[in-house]
């Protein structure tokens, strides 16, 4: 009976044209001692039922954002001859680490309206909301937040770069730099046509410190005064290692 | 060869990091200056947060500041005596200093203020070491009579305790200030404090040059062990891996220091460090005056 209703259900649904799938080549990655940052490949198809329609073209849009953290942008100007920070603005939510790639140019891809909906551009993906009264350019804030991680390889856009093979499969390697930090970083495809979005998927990524980073990260964060203390005696015993070595070398 | 530091979270050079852990070293060995005036600003450029540079930086100095004192008191050049009341005095200092500190880390002007510090004192010094020693040197080269040490009120003050080591016996009043001082800024520019002790000890308390090195390594090793502990449990800071890397090459590098400093005459040993005071101070302002190269700046922490 409920299999019935399930099947009825199932087909007076529109039944989607165009589905897509993903899969990511590592779904974590481990921050070790010799980390020097990562890459991942991210991969999919398009599931669909019926031919492959050409016109509009199928695009597909791939985004990975890192953990979502408030942070403080503060403009410099000169006072006395010296430059001094004399402005700040609160950017509410930014991804630590962005990354959008895309199978066409940007405009072609995603129609402004969708990009708002779904936040998926660097722009759209920082929120800013409350800046202060006197500051009249909080735009401009926002843009040197982009610049600032963007030369520090943590925000990348890959535009007209996502190979999309008989608009069926489509593959990207992702690399991330040595500076990201710990958290779950989601990754999103979108497919869309005529810039709007006919399917998206989401998955997550773990990245973590492990052994030695894991612990001594802990360590510092829950027994700051033992940790505090391990280092004291680890420099002490370095420095007395070294003389005694020394002494013995001259005498020996 | 890269290494993932787990505190400050980025991965840096091994070999570059042991190099400047060196360098650093050896400049501690020749001049008892526990380097933190150099080894900060030179973490930021490798990209270090400067939260994490300060407070490890300290942890780094304890380090070839031990190594560099064992040195010296084989060879009897540390005064104890004097490096406690400058001690008792330096411990209140850091500790009001850190007070401070985090007082104007709620004003956010906090790195302003740490790089005028640092430009004004590393200047001031600097210049008054250059050109004394200069002028010391050229004496020497006439074959004059060295200068007597001046008697000023200096030597008038009550508690008068008798520094065997320095030869000198003077009120523990200076000393004591000499050490609240240093250990004040030392808090708040997150350094050793060597390079302001040195000329204090030498032009203000009128200690010898060669115990002055020891003597001031002494007291930097508990004034910075103190700062250590106190980032460690207020900050998080301190980045046990990163320090262990610079400090291997500190301590090995300030055994090399300390028998180049016994090579060198004093009055060269005063012109090297003066003229090195001067080049980072100078690079400091240059920082400070030039029209950035991007308005805009992330803020650190939070």
Redesign the interface.
């Known amino acids: 009976m409920i299999r019935a209703l399930l099947l009825l259900l199932a087909l007076t649904l529109p039944a989607r044209a165009e589905e897509v799938v993903m899969g990511l080549s590592r779904d974590s990655v481990a ?7 990562s890459e991942v490949l991210i991969f999919g198809a398009v599931k669909r039922e019926a031919a492959i329609q050409a016109d509009p073209p199928l695009r597909v849009i791939v985004s990975v954002a890192g953990p979502v953290t ?9 006072r006395l ?5 004399t402005e ?1 603005v609160e950017i509410d939510a930014a991804p630590s680490f962005y990354a959008v790639a895309s199978s066409a140019p940007w405009d072609e891809s995603i129609s402004e309206v969708e990009d708002l909906r779904h936040k998926v551009s660097i722009e759209r993906a920082i929120r800013s909301v409350g800046a202060p009264m006197a500051i009249a350019d909080s735009q ?2 926002t843009d ?2 982009i ?2 991680r963007e030369r520090a390889g943590l925000y990348k856009t890959f535009y007209d770069s996502v190979e999309f093979r008989e608009s069926t499969l489509f593959d990207v390697a992702i690399r991330m730099p ?2 990201i ?2 958290g779950t970083y989601t990754t999103r495809v979108f497919l869309t046509r005529g810039g709007t979005v006919v399917s998206q998927h989401a998955s997550t990524l773990e990245v973590r ?1 492990v052994g ?3 612990w ?2 802990n360590l ?2 829950n027994q ?2 033992l ?6 005696v ?3 015993a ?7 070595a ?2 013995a070398l001259k005498s020996g | 060869m ?3 530091l ?2 400050a ?3 840096v050079n091994i070999l570059l990091l042991f190099g400047l852990g060196a360098l650093v070293g050896i400049l501690s060995g020749m001049f008892g200056v526990g380097g933190g005036f150099l080894i900060t600003p030179l973490l930021f450029f490798m ?1 270090i947060p400067p939260a994490v540079a300060v407070a490890t930086g300290a ?2 100095i ?7 004192v ?2 010296h008191l ?1 060879r009897r050049t540390v005064d104890l005596r004097m490096g406690t009341v400058l001690l008792s005095g330096g411990i209140v200092g850091a500790a009001v200093g850190i007070w401070v500190f985090n007082l104007l880390k709620g004003m ?2 906090v ?2 203020l740490v790089r ?1 510090c640092y430009v004004v004192f590393l200047g001031i010094i600097g210049g008054l070491m250059f050109f004394e020693s200069l002028a010391a040197l050229r004496r020497s080269r006439r074959g004059g009579p060295p200068r007597r040490k001046h008697h000023g009120w200096v030597h008038g003050l009550p508690f008068k305790v008798r520094f065997r080591t320095s030869g000198l016996y003077i009120s523990a009043i200076p000393p004591a200030l000499v050490g609240l001082c240093v250990g004040v800024l030392s808090a708040i520019m997150g350094v050793g404090g060597g390079f302001i002790m040195v000329p204090a000890m030498i032009y203000l308390l009128g200690m010898p040059t060669k115990v002055v090195v020891g003597t001031s390594l002494f007291q930097i090793i508990f004034v910075t ?1 103190f700062t ?2 106190a ?3 207020t900050s ?1 800071t ?1 980045d ?2 990163l ?2 890397v610079l ?2 090459g500190g ?2 590098g ?2 090399i220091g300390t028998a180049l400093g016994m090579r060198l005459k004093a009055e060269q040993l005063r012109i090297a460090l003066a003229a090195l005071v001067l080049l980072v101070c100078g690079k400091l302002a240059l920082d ?5 190269a ?6 650190v922490g ?1």
């Open positions: 921050i070790t001692t010799d980390f020097n940052g408030p942070v403080t942008v503060w403009r410099k100007e000169r001859g010296i430059w001094v920070n700040a401009s804030f040197a937040l610049r600032v040595a500076t930090v710990e410190k030695l980073e894991r001594l990260f510092s964060r700051s005064a940790y505090g203390l391990l280092s004291l680890i420099a002490i370095a420095g007395w290692g070294a003389s005694a020394f002494r | 890269q290494v993932y787990p505190i979270e980025i991965s990209g942890n780094q304890v380090a070839s500041s031990v190594s560099g064992l040195a084989k956010g002007q790195d302003l005028l062990a250590t502990m980032h460690a449990i998080q301190v046990i891996l320090a262990l400090l291997i301590v090995i300030a055994q400070l005056f030039l029209t950035p991007d308005l805009f700046e992330l803020g939070e």
